[in-house]
């Protein structure tokens, strides 16, 4: 019975730089559409540990395309309102 010893578990070979291998991690998605910054947080993504390629493994960038594509509109976030301190005479 081979030794597994401390040798990681095995990834995918990069598909971008052929040189280092994959690992699953959580990353922030940003882009732009039309005139607007979307950010989606804690997408699953494979993550070269050679030269940093990011290669989504969530359904989620694929649902959100599928939504741009066909014409839905995005909804904003509540707008925050400044928290305006009243003005005291003294």
Do not use: K, N, Y
């Amino acid at each position: 019975m081979p030794d597994s010893g401390d040798h990681p578990s095995p990834h995918r070979i990069c598909p971008v730089c052929h040189l280092g291998h994959t690992r699953p991690r959580a990353v922030t998605h940003v882009e732009w559409h039309d005139d607007q910054l979307i950010v989606v947080p804690d997408v699953g993504a494979e993550v070269c540990d050679f030269c940093g390629a990011v290669s989504p493994a969530d359904d989620r960038l694929w649902r959100l395309d599928q939504l741009l594509r066909h014409g839905h509109a995005l909804r904003s976030a509540p707008q925050r309102r400044p928290h305006h301190q009243s003005s005291r005479s003294t």
